[in-house]
């Protein structure tokens, strides 16, 4: 019986090691480039922020926004949204308020 349990004990941790690899595998830090694509996307399909006309840069996961809005609200939504985006370590809100 002793024999078995350690055949047991040795293939359920062969299993466990092998199925973590793939979990550390899949974490691989997100590109600037892709940070910007997510936000630039989701900002202009918000109906609040209709952002397809701002511009969004990237470094680091540090989100810059540029550009106008006409108002505070689609300001405060469009660093709300950028925030969310997976790889943002902050946002530099930029956007001015007013007539565009």
Do not use: Y
């Amino acid at each position: 019986m002793t024999i078995k349990r350690s055949i047991f004990s040795l293939a359920v941790a062969v299993l466990l090691t092998v199925q973590g690899v793939p979990l550390r595998a899949a974490k691989k830090p997100v590109t600037d480039d892709a940070i910007v694509d997510s936000v630039k996307r989701k900002l202009a399909t918000d109906a609040t922020v209709k952002g397809g006309a701002l511009d969004v840069d990237a470094k680091d996961g540090v989100v810059v926004l540029k550009g106008k809005v006409t108002a505070q609200k689609q300001k405060d939504k469009a660093e709300r949204i950028a925030r969310k985006v997976n790889g943002v370590k902050s946002v530099d809100n930029q956007l001015q308020v007013g007539p565009r």
